[in-house]
């Protein structure tokens, strides 16, 4: 149903690295790139983050309240994202661990320019 999603970055090459690195594991890479905008993912057709600098020029800010949630395969595979993303420069918003009890298992960073991202599993 998604497919894509946008998040404004200040610096498109370190932007590009960090989510190809982060993601390389799923099989993601830049997939499109105009220079302004560049789509990671795996393929064209299917869902990707797409990373641009805004269109108006201005400085890319977060939204309050704004967060985009890549799903895991596991609990294993959420600590491994969350791990690899404070590698690659996240900042933490929330070690990894069960936030509902028997259905939901989620950690949350702030990339490098304060996105707010999620990665989950339920159960």
Request: charged fraction near 25%.
């Amino acid at each position: 149903m998604i497919g894509y999603t946008t998040l404004g970055v200040s610096d498109m090459e370190r932007a590009k690295t960090f989510y190809a690195a982060l993601f390389a594991d799923k099989g993601a890479k830049v997939v499109i790139d105009t220079g302004r905008i560049a789509f990671i993912g795996t393929e064209r057709g299917a869902p990707m983050l797409a990373v641009c600098e805004p269109y108006d020029k201005n400085d890319p800010t977060p939204g309050n309240g704004v967060m985009v949630a890549f799903p895991a395969s596991d609990k294993d595979d959420v600590v491994k994202l969350y791990d690899r993303a404070i590698e690659l420069g996240a900042t933490d918003d929330g070690a990894p661990g069960q936030r509902i009890p028997d259905r939901f298992f989620g950690a949350y960073v702030h990339d490098p320019d304060g996105n707010k991202l999620c990665f989950y599993v339920f159960g």
